[in-house]
């Protein structure tokens, strides 16, 4: 099945810093997907972005399905932002989804 | 609406016990997943269900049953669990590989299960 891989597994920035978070994957794709997981568990749904890129706020996503990766860009960082951003994709043969180990990211004030 | 809903939020059980998580979307999704995951840990797929029937086993010991009783509605039947099963598990929707539109996945915000 798919293989996904985040880097960096780990991430400290200063407030207002800029940050940028990769996911690669290991064949096509008809879902790529980037999650904010909050203390409480929630998942809470970023982009979904197969192909391209998105905006919204301070944060953007590219998706270059050809080359295999997603870049999650995070740009004037608040303290807020900390926690767990995981990847997550579906390959074009079954319905599973899988998710990478994620990068936990903190935004010291 | 893109709310997934699960019920209940913490659920504490003994070993002996028998317990069921319960999940409900009302999207229209064809495809409803359940996922565990420990701390510090990404979600680890256990079951897919498409289209009501169960396409996806990955694996996961018998002592986990998952049920789809309409496409609305997923279940996961505990019973005889084990400590180390304490973990948060989630259930998501999506339109699933048939659809030709968006697959986007929508996740409910979990249980909290902890096996005493």
């Known amino acids: 099945g798919i293989q996904v891989e985040q880097s960096p597994p780990d991430l400290i920035l200063q407030e207002g810093a800029n940050s940028t978070l990769r996911c690669n994957f290991s064949d096509s794709v008809n879902n790529l997907q980037w999650f904010h997981q909050n203390p409480w568990g929630q998942l809470i749904n970023l982009f979904y972005i197969p192909s391209g890129t998105k905006q919204n706020g301070r944060l953007s996503a590219t998706t270059v399905a050809t080359e295999r990766y997603s870049l999650l860009y995070i740009s004037s960082s608040q303290t807020t932002d900390s926690g767990v951003y995981f990847c997550?994709?579906?390959?074009?043969?079954?319905?599973?989804?899988?998710f990478g180990k994620g990068t936990r990211l903190h935004i010291l004030p | 609406d893109t709310e997934v809903t699960q019920t209940p939020k913490h659920l504490v059980m003994g070993m002996t016990n028998k317990k069921s998580l319960k999940c409900e979307q009302h999207?229209?999704?064809?495809?409803m997943y359940w996922y565990k995951q420990k701390a510090k840990k990404p979600p680890e797929l256990m079951f897919v269900?498409?289209?009501?029937?169960?396409?996806i086993n990955e694996s996961v010991p018998s002592r986990f049953s998952p049920e789809c009783p309409n496409s609305s509605l997923l279940n996961l039947h505990l019973h005889a669990l084990q400590p180390e099963d304490s973990a948060l598990y989630l259930c998501?929707?999506?339109?699933?590989?048939?659809?030709?539109?968006?697959?986007?996945?929508?996740f409910g915000q979990g249980t909290r299960l902890t096996v005493v």
């Open positions: 269900y498409s289209y009501e029937k169960l396409s």
């Open positions: 998501a929707s999506s339109q699933g590989t048939v659809a030709r539109g968006r697959s986007e996945a929508f």
């Open positions: 997550a994709a579906k390959g074009n043969r079954d319905d599973k989804i899988i």
């Open positions: 999207m229209g999704h064809r495809a």
